[in-house]
């Protein structure tokens, strides 16, 4: 069984910074995809993620392009989302999850956070 915690959420005005972090528990494959997932108020989560890793190589919507990096800490079971330049439209809850990839494409999720809050004033 693997689970996910995230933290590092919070309030932030426009233009400014925050860094999401996702500990890892349990046993995870080498082979397995990470990403982070937005769910907007009032809407589900996300089907698709708004950035992931996979084989070590970073795909992102073109909403948070150039301004979202997704990173891996395997030395700490560490997943971590650095967001610059934030936007109100930005604001959502951010769901960690692990999940498998076909041909670099996310297939699946396998196991999600509960998630942190962002939420980004104008």
């Known amino acids: 069984q693997v689970s996910l915690v995230e933290s590092g959420g919070g309030s932030v005005q426009a233009g400014g910074s925050l860094r999401l972090s996702c500990a890892v528990y349990?046993?995870?494959?080498?082979?397995?995809?990470w990403g982070w997932f937005r769910q907007a108020p009032g809407k589900g989560r996300s089907v698709v993620p708004t950035?992931?890793?996979?084989?070590?190589?970073?795909y992102d919507d073109d909403s948070v392009k150039g301004r979202f990096t997704i990173s891996r800490d395997n030395s700490k079971n560490m997943i971590y989302l650095q967001m610059n330049s934030l936007k109100p439209e930005d604001t959502a809850m951010y769901h960690c999850?692990?999940?498998?990839?076909?041909?670099?494409?996310?297939?699946?999720?396998?196991?999600w956070g509960q998630g942190t809050q962002v939420t980004v004033s104008s």
């Open positions: 999850a692990a999940g498998e990839c076909r041909g670099g494409t996310w297939w699946r999720a396998l196991y």
């Open positions: 349990g046993n995870t494959y080498s082979s397995w995809c």
């Open positions: 950035i992931y890793t996979s084989g070590g190589i970073t």
